[in-house]
């Protein structure tokens, strides 16, 4: 026995120096990193910290509002209205008031709470956590069952898209809802938990993404908002190309309540990218390709090449399936929108929804120069676009919709008043499925299981709890978005309009929307 125990002691003893000693050898001879060539001990060190730079920056070293593409003070306003429903601080503030930035004015009189037009005549079952305790070695909380008000629009406020073209119009009860995720990019634990925690929360919808109508899409009875990209994903035959036959089933489902077209969103202005990893014999199926190929779908239809011909596109899809059918873009050469626009008022053929997707949107995968400076932020193109439809007579038949970085109330708030109808919202909602800002979408490596396909990664995420939380989000941010239109004298979110909001400069020189725009003509 004392053998034996000198044996293992040896053994411990000398492990570490022959490991170090092999690491040494191994790295000073490789011909990949000079650094390590020359330093092969405090080489390897360097690397190990590098590879934990990401974390040490976000949870040590940053300040609360620093971190791209989101703060930790708004990954936790996301996640803190989704787990607990609450969107109370405490003391004060903590955005930089000496920066520029929009406001939303204030009105000396603003609107009572029971003068504000709201449905709360039914409630919502969910459940929340509370607390008990938070200390610095133990947190202790429980999920309680609760029923809370959905903050619907009324009769009177419902969004109608299509009400003038289509045989089957989208009527809207609440203003916000989720911008295109497709499966695939995501997991499927992932879409189930937001459309079954969307269907619960009621009036809102979910945008399929380019990916195509999967079954875990239709899990949570929502309202879908299908997308067709170049690719034709979902909605094309063997050969790639566009088939009626497919749209027909698609537009026949009645879950499905509107379709987009992808010109263009806000992070990739190329097409759509998913890694062969991710290509599932399912996915194959869902979007008539090969099993393992990654797809690198166009960056553009070869439907239509000219703005009449894109029109012509929509009109005959709203005449197949007799449902809305809008278009998604990212504003750039200002010519071009401006021409597309014309053409709507010359042929009076106009699609029911455009959606506006900020530069600033996010993505699974894209180069970064397209992301970092292709198209006009959101703040810029949607006051634009908004004007451009009002000068040419076809704002009241044209919905807008909003996107890029609007994860709260507040910034929902400031893009209604800048000229949108309506917000999706995707990053938000990943937050509340697991999404811890790994940045690892495009590896199919996501540690938490919200962007992978991978099974054993996916087990991190457990559907029927995060399924909650994105309810308890959707509805606390309708919530917050009523207390900004008392806050603006209104009764209505619907009402918010470009005298709610006015820009202040650094130097604390005051801007209306009307400045803006005409310094963009």
Not at 281 to 290: K, P, S
Not at 291 to 305: C, Q, Y
Not at 433 to 453: D, K, L, S, W
Request: charged share 25%.
């Amino acid at each position: 026995m004392l053998t034996i125990l000198l044996m293992l002691m040896l053994l411990i003893m000398i492990t570490p120096p022959l490991l170090i000693f092999y690491l040494w050898r191994r790295d000073r001879n490789q011909r990949e990193h000079s650094v390590l060539r020359n330093f092969p001990i405090l080489g390897k060190l360097r690397y190990i910290f590098e590879k934990m730079g990401p974390e040490l920056r976000q949870y040590l070293f940053l300040n609360d509002n620093e971190a791209k593409p989101f703060s930790r003070n708004e990954y936790e306003a996301a996640v803190i209205a989704g787990k607990y429903k609450s969107r109370i601080i405490g003391f004060g503030s903590e955005r930089d008031f000496e920066a520029g930035g929009f406001y939303l004015p204030n009105a000396l009189y603003p609107t009572n709470r029971n003068e504000l037009r709201i449905d709360n005549s039914t409630k919502v079952s969910t459940w929340v956590y509370e607390l008990d305790e938070d200390n610095l070695f133990t947190r202790k909380e429980h999920l309680v069952e609760r029923d809370i008000s959905p903050y619907l629009l009324t009769e009177e406020d419902i969004i109608i898209i299509g009400k003038e073209t289509c045989r089957e119009p989208f009527y809207v009860r609440g203003l916000v809802g989720q911008s295109a995720m497709s499966f695939g990019s995501l997991g499927d634990k992932a879409i189930t938990a937001l459309s079954i925690g969307l269907g619960r929360a009621g009036g809102t919808w979910m945008n399929t993404g380019e990916g195509g109508l999967s079954d875990y899409h239709l899990k949570g009875n929502v309202d879908i908002i299908c997308q067709i990209g170049p690719a034709l994903f979902g909605v094309r035959d063997e050969d790639g190309r566009f088939s009626v036959e497919a749209f027909k089933q698609k537009s026949n489902l009645p879950q499905v309540k509107a379709f987009e077209l992808k010109l263009a969103q806000g992070a990739k202005t190329r097409g759509g990218h998913i890694d062969g990893s991710k290509v599932t014999e399912e996915i194959a199926r869902i979007r008539h390709v090969r099993v393992g190929e990654t797809i690198d779908s166009p960056n553009r239809f070869s439907e239509f090449h000219t703005h009449a011909e894109l029109l012509a596109f929509v009109e005959r899809l709203r005449e197949i399936g007799g449902k809305p059918v809008g278009i998604k873009l990212v504003v750039g050469k200002l010519q071009d929108i401006d021409s597309l626009v014309r053409e709507m008022a010359r042929s009076q053929i106009v699609p029911d929804f455009i959606t506006i997707d900020g530069s600033e949107g996010g993505t699974g995968a894209t180069y970064q120069e397209l992301a970092d400076t292709v198209g006009l932020p959101l703040k810029a193109a949607l006051p634009y676009v908004h004007h451009l439809l009002i000068e040419h007579g076809l704002r009241d038949r044209v919905k807008l919709f909003a996107s890029g970085k609007l994860i709260t109330a507040d910034k929902i708030a400031i893009a209604l008043a800048l000229g949108a109808d309506l917000v999706n919202i995707a990053r938000g909602l990943m937050f509340n499925v697991g999404c811890i800002q790994a940045q690892v979408c495009h590896t199919n490596r996501c540690p938490v299981g919200v962007a992978t396909t991978d099974a054993k990664l996916q087990r991190a995420l457990v559907v029927e709890e995060k399924s909650f939380r994105v309810t308890n989000y959707i509805i606390s941010l309708r919530e917050g978005l009523y207390n900004m239109t008392a806050a603006a004298g209104v009764r209505s979110p619907t009402e918010l309009a470009q005298e709610h909001v006015i820009y202040e400069e650094s130097d604390g020189r005051l801007k209306s929307v009307l400045d803006m725009i005409e310094t963009m003509l």
